[in-house]
């Protein structure tokens, strides 16, 4: 009888299929911190440090053996390309946000009498629909962020000498006129 470590079963790193609540998690904190990498990494590749700009801020890491390393214009798109798909993740982070302080929180964020709010007139009935309204809008901002994060991986492709999938590029320039309708509409609603 040998003494061997126990076998870890990890998932692959591109298996489809649900993401478990930590790596959404840490899916989430990578959308958000896209705005400012690719700041950053436009700001290193207009400054002359393209490897920086290309290993560090859009996270490429090293590229195989005999790759060409991408010239500055291929380096300032994915930068503003980054940026772009970064300020969507904010708007869905603020909206993430909202949906916590205004549904899990609800108790706690509004001390208005619950007459005319939904599931009131008691402040029980008022968090439990509240609660019941924000969890899904949880789940669904954590999908779209985790989202958001893998379509960034997907069009910075090419900085790591791969190939980017023929959608990614139609689906971020989706994903940025959507965040674009939101604010519109947003700011629409407004009193």
Same mark, same amino acid.
């Given at each position: 009888m040998t003494n061997r470590p126990p076998v870890v079963v990890r998932r692959p790193a591109g298996s489809s299929g649900p993401p478990r609540l930590a790596e959404a998690a840490r899916h989430a904190g990578l959308a958000v911190t896209l705005f400012p990498a690719g700041a950053l990494a436009l700001c290193s590749t207009l400054t002359g440090h393209r490897e920086a700009a290309r290993r560090r801020w859009l996270r490429a890491g090293p590229l195989p053996l005999g790759a060409r390393s991408p010239g500055v214009a291929r380096l300032v798109f994915h930068g503003a390309l980054t940026i772009?798909?970064?300020?969507?993740?904010?708007?869905?982070?603020?909206?993430?946000?909202?949906?916590?302080?205004r549904g899990?929180?609800? /108790?706690?964020?509004?001390? +208005?009498?619950?007459?005319?709010?939904? /599931?009131?007139?008691?402040?029980?009935? &008022?968090?439990?629909?509240?609660?019941?309204?924000?969890?899904?809008?949880?789940?669904?901002?954590?999908?779209?962020? +985790? /989202?958001? +994060?893998?379509?960034?991986?997907?069009? +910075?492709?090419?900085?790591? /000498?791969?190939?980017?999938?023929?959608?990614?590029?139609?689906? &971020? &320039?989706l994903a940025v006129v959507l965040g674009l309708l939101f604010v519109i509409a947003f700011v629409h609603q407004l009193p």
């Open positions: 772009l798909l970064g300020v969507v993740a904010l708007l869905l982070a603020g909206a993430l946000a909202l949906a916590v302080a899990l929180l609800y /108790g706690f964020v509004d001390r +208005t009498p619950h007459v005319n709010d939904w /599931g009131g007139p008691s402040l029980a009935g &008022a968090w439990l629909a509240h609660f019941a309204v924000s969890v899904p809008c949880v789940a669904l901002a954590l999908v779209i962020l +985790t /989202g958001l +994060t893998r379509l960034n991986r997907h069009t +910075t492709a090419p900085l790591r /000498g791969e190939r980017r999938p023929a959608w990614a590029l139609p689906t &971020a &320039a």
